[in-house]
């Protein structure tokens, strides 16, 4: 199985900053991946599908990058809102994997 | 839009078979070319895809955990079940279920139902 590696663990970051979270796959998949936003206590919420494609009613501040092996999800400028845990998901070979996710703190 | 509503017992004995189903309202679970997916996430842990199906019954499941595993369809009732045979604790997570497709994300997702495993 495609094993995907997210770093850094945790990213301290005060309002107003930039955060940039990287996935790294253990081998090719394409474009197929996915960025999801998770808050304590509620279900992962897609951002990003396609390595680049916003969801629908994701702010532009989100956006998605990479191919292949290396992805990078940029938040342009946090708001309060977005300070959460983002997992990475590839869908391009079965079975379906998950990054171990990275929290993005107040700092 | 579609949305998805997990349901259940909260507590299951080690041993015995968890037994989950998802109600898919807003939506035919037969219309489009989707796939439906059972996912789970230990607490203060990480992501696990469990497995999926189609409304033909075709069904896919993660290898670690295919032979404990059972993934149904009920078109007449827009649902779809998860089966998880000899549970232990290692089992205890928050159960999802969510909707997919062929080389697609998953999107919406349910709001989650917490299984624990323990007599």
């Known amino acids: 199985e495609i094993v995907l590696t997210q770093s850094p663990g945790t990213l301290s970051l005060s309002p107003g900053e930039r955060a940039t979270l990287s996935c790294r796959a253990s081998?090719?998949?394409?474009?197929?991946l996915a960025w999801y936003q998770q808050k304590p206590g509620q279900a992962p919420r897609l951002l990003i599908y396609g390595a680049s494609s916003r969801a629908t009613g994701i702010p532009d501040r989100f956006s998605g990058s990479g191919s292949g092996t290396d992805f990078t999800l940029t938040i342009s400028g946090l708001e309060p809102e977005d300070f959460a845990v983002y997992y990475c998901?590839?869908?391009?070979?079965?079975?379906?994997?998950f990054g171990g996710g990275t929290k993005v703190e107040i700092k | 839009q579609v949305q998805l509503q997990e349901s259940g017992p909260g507590l299951v004995k080690p041993s015995q078979t968890l037994s989950l189903t998802c109600t898919v309202s807003?939506?035919?679970?037969?219309?489009?070319?989707?796939?439906w997916s059972w996912i789970r996430q230990p607490a203060g842990k990480g992501l696990e895809w469990i497995g999926r199906?189609?409304?033909?019954?075709?069904?896919n499941y993660n290898p670690s955990l295919k032979s404990r595993v059972t993934i149904s369809v009920d078109t007449s009732k827009n649902q779809f079940s998860l089966k998880l045979s000899s549970v232990t604790a290692a089992d205890t997570a928050v159960y999802y279920c969510t909707r997919d497709g062929y080389l697609r994300w998953f999107d919406p997702w349910g709001q989650g139902t917490l299984v624990t495993v323990s007599s």
């Open positions: 807003g939506g035919s679970i037969s219309s489009g070319s989707y796939y």
């Open positions: 998901h590839q869908y391009g070979s079965s079975p379906d994997t």
């Open positions: 199906i189609y409304t033909s019954g075709s069904t």
């Open positions: 081998q090719s998949v394409s474009s197929y």
